[in-house]
């Protein structure tokens, strides 16, 4: 015959086991939350329009124009608040500060150096929001020095820019490559 003793050792055992399992299983459901982080794709989209169109010196749209927009899309906001139980941020309104608007003001100033190598298809806008030298043909070496310097000093103020921005809306440095991403979509629109 087993004594009470032989018989509560398998039984503590077991009572372990499902105590670590479920401390686990609990761990591994908090690490899941913890890690969606929210990323406000839509915030960064308009700032990203309105900072490439100040620089590239291009009109804001009126709003009467845009209204037919925003009607179509309202649905799809709606859905997406409604399908994604996702902790919202405090919505920052301000995406400036004294760094970003230097950084605009340079940005602006080279434009107008950069331009003429855009319409002549000499510079690619990547999609990593960065740009390269898509083609140095008739190009003196003094040009493309120039040429050169330009998109080294661009994609410096770029990358200053996208760290500025991640910090101003409180997004973490490692999703800086997203804002680059959304960038690159209103650096890729057509050059005037």
């Given amino acids: 015959m087993l004594n009470n003793r032989t018989m509560e050792?398998?039984?503590k055992a077991t009572n372990k086991r499902f105590l670590v399992t479920g401390a686990l299983s609990s761990l591994l459901v908090l690490a899941c939350?913890?890690?969606n982080i929210y990323?406000?794709?839509e915030k960064v989209e308009s700032v990203a329009g309105e900072i490439v169109n100040e620089i590239r010196g291009k009109e804001k749209v009126p709003e009467?124009?845009?209204?037919?927009?925003?009607?179509?899309?309202l649905l799809e906001k709606t859905i997406?608040?409604?399908?994604?139980?996702v902790a919202h941020a405090a919505e920052v309104t301000d995406v400036s500060n004294p760094t970003i608007r230097s950084l605009k003001q340079s940005m602006k100033n080279r434009y107008s150096s950069l331009k003429p190598y855009y319409l002549k298809g000499l510079?690619?806008?990547?999609?990593?929001?960065?740009?390269?030298i898509k083609s140095e043909s008739g190009l003196d070496?003094?040009?493309?020095?120039?040429?050169?310097t330009l998109i080294e000093a661009e994609n410096n103020d770029r990358e200053k820019l996208y760290a500025e921005i991640a910090s101003a809306l409180k997004i973490e440095q490692s999703q800086i490559a997203k804002i680059g991403a959304i960038f690159?979509?209103?650096w890729q629109k057509p050059v005037r």
Wanted: aromatic fraction near 4%.
């Fill in 9 to 11: 050792e398998p039984m």
């Fill in 33 to 35: 939350v913890t890690i």
């Fill in 39 to 41: 990323f406000p794709a």
């Fill in 64 to 73: 009467e124009q845009n209204s037919d927009k925003d009607r179509s899309s």
């Fill in 80 to 85: 997406r608040v409604v399908s994604l139980p």
């Fill in 123 to 132: 510079i690619k806008e990547e999609s990593d929001g960065f740009i390269s």
């Fill in 141 to 148: 070496l003094k040009s493309k020095r120039t040429l050169r």
């Fill in 184 to 186: 690159a979509k209103e």
